[in-house]
């Protein structure tokens, strides 16, 4: 079960690099092309669908998880993909939408913060 755990984590890391890594891409070459916005959208997808399966691992091996820590962090997850979907439909369609893929990444930033800085412990 650990390997499996660690190529969830893995997997969750690269989505979340997806996100951030394709945020800059499209802020240095210009969201307009649309090029490279799959990378976020996909990063935002593998973000939800792992952590969701991280979560159910650990519950399903009775680890103590602090459930407000990931209500927010889904909730964050969510907006930032339907931000990424939203910037991606537009693109398809040639209006091209630079705020909702600026909101996209930096969600995934805040993400990323909110993993790294909350309080683990399940008790806080």
Known sequence: MEVLTNALVLVHLIGMACIV???????VRGVESGRGLSVVVWGARFQILTGLALVGIHESQKDPLNHAKIGVKLAIALACAAC???AAARARRGSG????IDYAGVL??????VAALWETSASS
């Open 97 to 100: 939408d630079s705020k909702l």
């Open 84 to 86: 990424a979907e939203m």
């Open 108 to 113: 995934g930033i805040l993400n990323t913060a």
């Open 21 to 27: 890594g394709g945020w800059i891409s499209l802020r």
